[in-house]
Nanobody
């Protein structure tokens, strides 16, 4: 059973940086699609970034140039480096995966989710 566990959320001032981590356990496929989503209060989750086993990445327009998704195969850990943070980036961030993998991108549905990590950006 695949399990995802996020860490690294917190509070920073606008313009600051945070790095989210997500430890992946129980994943046995040689290919993968991993993702970060975020959810604003009262709204559905939205995709932020995806990465596949070839290192291919996709980003939602609002975070391009500021956020970087990466995956450390040796550590089975997904990361989201967030720079130049803005108050409107404040949300709960979720690590997600598609199991079994069948394509990758922000239009693909993920079916395994972490519990979420709260990020708060103050102005």
């Amino acid at each position: 059973q695949v399990q995802l566990a996020e860490s690294g959320g917190g509070s920073v001032q606008a313009g600051g940086s945070l790095k989210l981590s997500c430890v992946v356990s129980g994943y046995t496929y040689s290919t993968y699609c991993m993702a970060w989503y975020r959810q604003f209060p009262g709204l559905p989750r939205e995709g932020v970034a995806t990465i596949d086993e070839l290192g291919g990445t996709r980003y939602v327009e609002l975070v391009k140039g500021r956020f970087t998704i990466s995956y450390d195969n040796a550590k089975n850990t997904l990361y989201l480096q967030m720079n130049s943070l803005r108050p409107d980036d404040s949300a709960t961030y979720y690590c997600a995966s598609m199991v079994p993998p069948n394509g990758c991108g922000l239009d693909y549905e993920m079916n395994v989710w972490g519990k979420g990590s709260l990020v708060t950006i103050s102005s």
